[in-house]
């Protein structure tokens, strides 16, 4: 449950001196595996900006497995960076003439 909504909860609990209990905060609402994925899911289930990078800093380490999808999938992906790169060179190699 979001904290705003149990904060208001036991606000109007101890009010109307009720004795209810309120239900604890979801762990998981910031479990960084669900963010990560969250983020892949608003990007159309495609890497996300970033993506790339974390896979590579993370690579062979405890922490590899916390990433969405699988290394297949992502390993044939260029980065965004690398890509954005590659069109500023295209397109100073056009402004050279």
Do not use: C
Request: net charge negative; hydrophobic share 35%.
């Amino acid at each position: 449950m979001e904290s705003s909504v149990r904060t208001a909860r036991i606000a109007v609990y101890e009010l109307l001196n009720l004795n209810k209990p309120v239900p604890d905060i979801n762990p998981l609402q910031y479990d960084f595996r669900h963010l990560l994925k969250a983020a892949r899911t608003l990007n159309d289930d495609k890497p996300f900006i970033g993506e790339g990078l974390l896979r590579k800093i993370l690579k062979g380490s405890y922490f590899e497995h916390i990433l969405p999808g699988g290394e297949e999938e992502s390993e044939d992906h260029e980065s965004f960076l690398a890509e954005q790169f590659g069109k500023f060179k295209d397109w100073l190699k056009g402004i050279k003439g």
